[in-house]
């Protein structure tokens, strides 16, 4: 099956642009913005040129500029516009360059992909990259997904690049001079977890700050941790849940893992989307819910 999409409906230009469907359509009629293929239906069909030039828009928007005005340039002269803008602007290079990124995945393009990323480490360090840039990109993809806009290779393919991109730092900072740590912290998915970049960056960030980190990864069983409990002077367990751990809570699986470890007093730290509406009350007192990985930084200082 080709994953390559090459043509998209105005719905599909919506979810990308963040400009409503009916707003492009008047702009089509009054300003001739966009020129989409029809099909025999009479139903508009849009090109990735359509959709880079609607985002080179929207861009331009997002910088005062008005629709009468950019309408009145060719596509060239509106990626000219933009290109100048984010010269001069660092907010504007967020901006284009999550653009960019969306244009690569759409494309499997990664020559795209890297050329943005060198731009982008130009100006900024490979965590500002993460969170300024990385992390707005994989919420937005996550809402094109949801909506039917993508599909999971476009995710897959995004995804894998970010990960090259962490491990590329990572192994930077381990090959780097650097006075270590003797505070060992273990990383790990439970089992059904797969989605695992979360859990890279917090691996990053470990050996960012200094200290030794075992990275285990993802669908591990909680059992199999035993080995690592009792003969590693008071390792840090880490989790990073996305999906649900178990078929209650989190707080039955804070409980199982302690049964499962055979201690109450190992600590474990839990970040990701699925804990954000845990209570820290309801957990066991070694058990730590971390909201964001900015709080997690916080205790590696």
Not at 16 to 22: C, S, V
Not at 66 to 77: F, L, Q, T, V
Not at 158 to 171: F, H, V
Not at 194 to 198: A, E, K, S
């Given at each position: 099956m080709?994953?390559?999409?090459?043509s998209?409906?105005?719905?599909?230009?919506?979810s990308?642009?963040?400009?409503?469907?009916?707003t492009?359509?008047?702009?089509?009629?009054?300003?001739?913005?966009?020129?989409p293929?029809?099909?025999?239906?009479?139903?508009?069909?849009?090109?990735?040129?359509d959709?880079q030039?609607?985002?080179?828009?929207?861009?331009?928007?997002?910088?005062?500029y008005?629709?009468?005005?950019?309408?009145?340039?060719?596509?060239?002269?509106i990626?000219?516009?933009v290109?100048?803008?984010?010269?001069?602007d660092d907010?504007g290079?967020n901006?284009?360059?999550?653009?960019?990124?969306k244009?690569?995945?759409?494309?499997f393009?990664?020559?795209?992909?890297?050329?943005?990323?060198?731009?982008?480490?130009?100006?900024l360090?490979?965590?500002?990259i993460?969170?300024?840039?990385?992390?707005?990109?994989?919420?937005n993809?996550?809402?094109?997904?949801?909506?039917?806009?993508?599909?999971?290779?476009?995710?897959?393919f995004?995804?894998?690049?970010?990960?090259?991109?962490?491990?590329?730092?990572?192994?930077l900072l381990?090959?780097?001079?650097?006075d270590g740590?003797?505070?060992?912290?273990?990383?790990?998915?439970?089992?059904?977890e797969?989605?695992?970049?979360?859990l890279?960056?917090l691996?990053?960030e470990?050996?960012?700050?200094?200290?030794?980190?075992?990275?285990?990864?993802?669908?591990?069983?909680?059992e199999?941790l035993?080995?690592?409990?009792?003969?590693?002077q008071?390792?840090?367990?880490?989790?990073?849940?996305?999906?649900?751990?178990?078929?209650?809570?989190?707080?039955?699986?804070?409980?199982?893992?302690?049964k499962?470890?055979?201690?109450?007093?190992?600590?474990?730290?839990?970040?990701?989307?699925?804990i954000q509406?845990?209570k820290?009350?309801?957990?066991?007192?070694?058990?730590?819910?971390?909201?964001?990985?900015?709080a997690?930084?916080?205790?590696?200082n």
């Open positions: 080709n994953t390559v999409k090459t998209f409906s105005i719905k599909d230009l919506e990308f642009g963040g400009i409503k469907a009916h492009i359509r008047m702009w089509e009629r009054r300003y001739n913005l966009l020129e293929d029809r099909t025999e239906t009479n139903i508009r069909t849009y090109s990735i040129g959709l030039k609607l985002l080179n828009v929207t861009f331009l928007l997002d910088h005062n008005k629709i009468s005005k950019i309408a009145k340039h060719s596509s060239k002269e990626a000219t516009l290109s100048d803008i984010v010269e001069e907010m290079t901006h284009h360059a999550v653009n960019s990124f244009i690569a995945m759409m494309n393009d990664q020559k795209l992909f890297n050329r943005t990323y060198v731009t982008l480490k130009q100006s360090s490979f965590r500002e993460f969170f300024k840039i990385f992390i707005p990109l994989l919420e993809i996550g809402l094109l997904w949801q909506s039917g806009v993508i599909n999971p290779a476009h995710e897959h995004i995804s894998n690049l970010i990960k090259q991109k962490i491990l590329i730092n990572k192994e381990e090959n780097a001079d650097r740590c003797e505070k060992m912290f273990i990383l790990f998915l439970p089992e059904n797969i989605h695992d970049l979360g890279m960056f691996n990053y470990i050996v960012a700050h200094g200290f030794k980190c075992v990275y285990l990864g993802q669908n591990i069983h909680i199999d035993k080995y690592l409990a009792s003969t590693q008071q390792p840090y367990f880490v989790s990073y849940l996305t999906v649900n751990p178990c078929e209650t809570s989190v707080a039955d699986f804070a409980k199982r893992f302690n499962d470890i055979g201690r109450n007093n190992m600590p474990l730290y839990l970040l990701g989307r699925i509406t845990a820290q009350s309801e957990m066991p007192e070694n058990v730590k819910l971390i909201k964001s990985i900015d997690f930084n916080t205790l590696l």
